[in-house]
């Protein structure tokens, strides 16, 4: 008897034994070497292993045998492989089927046109090409491995699948039949309802819907487009979560969120980042960066775009900056509202009130609102300052800048005067119900009071400490100013 290691362990080779068959006659090849000629359903046996046919010729001398018409192989009760004909190896287990093969397993079936079969391994193998079907999946590829034992297969090169719940395209691509999910090894293109997904990395699962994408995913859905690098989304729920770097972009709406945390709802198409996330708003033929602990975007029962910012609010833009407390921002008017105890700095002016608005008109900076203790400042030498304050200031701007304010009820001014070569020469002190000021070159360059007379006084600067003068409430926080986007990842200094 012959041995044969196979996977580093030595066996008895058996010789394959003729089960049955309808007639027997012993001949010689034109090699001269014996050959037994079977027909009529003829069946062989190895171990488990069994395999039937129309006609088989068994050469005695080298246990091997070629197996014609209705081919069928099987091991147990777990593997059926059909063809049109076999050439199987006794002494080392390999079977090779051609034309029609067809492997059947678990309610999956497998057609190509040649497999190889290892009977010690357990598994089979195709180059040329195959076709798998059953349990709602339809995948081809140009090579195919199928392990019995651990009922996984795999599969590579041109790696296509129509499956009941999603499409894809795949490099490598492999599947168990058991919990019926897929894993993905290297560029796969995937479809799953509305959504398209690019990864090269990860898993789905069918029985539950549920996956996870790593390297470089990319999920379309219309005009919205996820880029992470580790995503896990339920189809079931449409519900995805990402826990590294990931990118959100919505083209419609000119806008891209960023961040290394982040939860999904596309049905409701709402996004909540909530580490280190950043939005990014084209505005004014520029960007306006925003940077919160939690952002959060959605669309309300109209469907208008909306986002939330809280906590730690801080916004960067080159000629716009902000803090606030929280911020929010619809479409449907498009104002940003700013709350709690927000500054807003506009070149060298500081902007301040219990709440702040801010309207855009086709996409540019339109008005401005400070809601109640309306405070603006700037500043006019070291430590003093141009201050105006009401109970709430109203402006517009004109192309990206301050135009005009108009401080309603109490209004109070600080105004410091200057000579023709910019030298101070004295301040002016102000109160009147209204007051009206204009902007040029970032500074006020001229104030009107209506409303009734103003309360007013003129002092030459020798004759005052510009420092003193601070209308109540004011405070310069130009320390806590980000000057810059990559400050809005920064920690806001404390006085």
């Not at 089960?19 to 037994?36: E, I, R």
């Not at 100013?481 to 809005?488: A, I, Q």
């Amino acid at each position: 008897m012959l041995t044969y290691s196979a996977l580093g362990q030595s066996s008895i080779r058996k010789k394959l034994e003729i089960m049955g068959a309808k007639t027997l006659f012993t001949d010689t090849t034109s090699a001269g070497k014996k050959v037994q000629v079977l027909k009529g359903n003829v069946k062989l046996k190895q171990d488990s292993v069994f395999l039937t046919g129309d006609q088989v010729l068994f050469y005695i001398e080298t246990n091997a045998a070629d197996v014609y018409g209705n081919v069928h192989i099987w091991k147990g009760d777990s593997l059926d492989i059909y063809s049109d004909s076999l050439f199987y190896n006794g002494e080392t287990g390999v079977a090779v089927l051609k034309n029609n093969v067809r492997l059947d397993q678990q309610g999956l079936q497998l057609r190509t046109d040649y497999l190889e079969y290892y009977k010690d391994q357990d598994y089979a193998v195709y180059y040329n090409g195959g076709h798998v079907t059953g349990d709602n999946l339809d995948l081809k590829s140009k090579i195919g491995y199928y392990y019995n034992r651990t009922k996984r297969a795999y599969f590579k090169d041109s790696v296509v699948v129509k499956g009941d719940q999603y499409d894809l395209t795949s490099d490598t691509l492999e599947y168990d039949t058991e919990t019926k999910t897929s894993y993905f090894h290297g560029p796969t293109d995937i479809h799953i309802g509305d959504s398209d997904i690019y990864c090269e990395s990860g898993w789905y699962s069918e029985t539950t819907g549920k996956s996870r994408f790593g390297k470089n995913t990319v999920l379309t859905d219309g005009p919205q487009t996820l880029h992470s690098d580790s995503l896990d989304y339920d189809s079931n729920t449409e519900y995805g979560e990402s826990y590294k770097a990931f990118k959100w972009i919505d083209t419609t709406q000119n806008i891209v969120l960023t961040g290394e945390e982040a939860q999904f709802w596309k049905q409701e198409e709402r996004v909540i980042a909530t580490k280190k996330p950043m939005l990014i708003y084209g505005i004014d033929k520029d960007s306006l960066y925003l940077t919160a602990d939690t952002l959060k975007a959605l669309v309300d029962s109209n469907n208008y775009r909306e986002f939330y910012a809280f906590n730690r609010v801080k916004m960067y833009k080159s000629n716009l900056q902000g803090l606030a407390d929280s911020l929010f921002f619809s479409y449907k008017d498009s104002v940003i509202r700013m709350y709690d105890d927000p500054v807003l700095w506009q070149e060298n002016n500081q902007l301040t009130g219990d709440t702040i608005y801010i309207t855009l008109k086709n996409n540019q900076l339109h008005r401005l609102d400070l809601k109640r203790k309306g405070f603006i400042a700037n500043p006019a030498g070291n430590d003093f300052y141009n201050q105006i304050k009401g109970r709430n200031i109203f402006g517009f701007f004109k192309q990206g800048d301050l135009n005009s304010l108009t401080a309603i009820g109490n209004g109070q001014s600080v105004y410091f005067a200057v000579d023709d070569s910019n030298a101070y020469i004295g301040v002016n002190e102000a109160k009147c119900s209204d007051i009206v000021m204009g902007f040029k070159d970032h500074q006020v360059d001229r104030i009107r009071f209506e409303g009734g007379p103003p309360e007013a006084k003129f002092s030459p600067i020798q004759q005052i400490d510009p420092t003193a003068l601070k209308l109540e409430g004011f405070q310069w926080h130009q320390e806590k100013r980000p000057l810059s986007k990559k400050d809005l990842l920064l920690p806001v200094p404390t006085p």
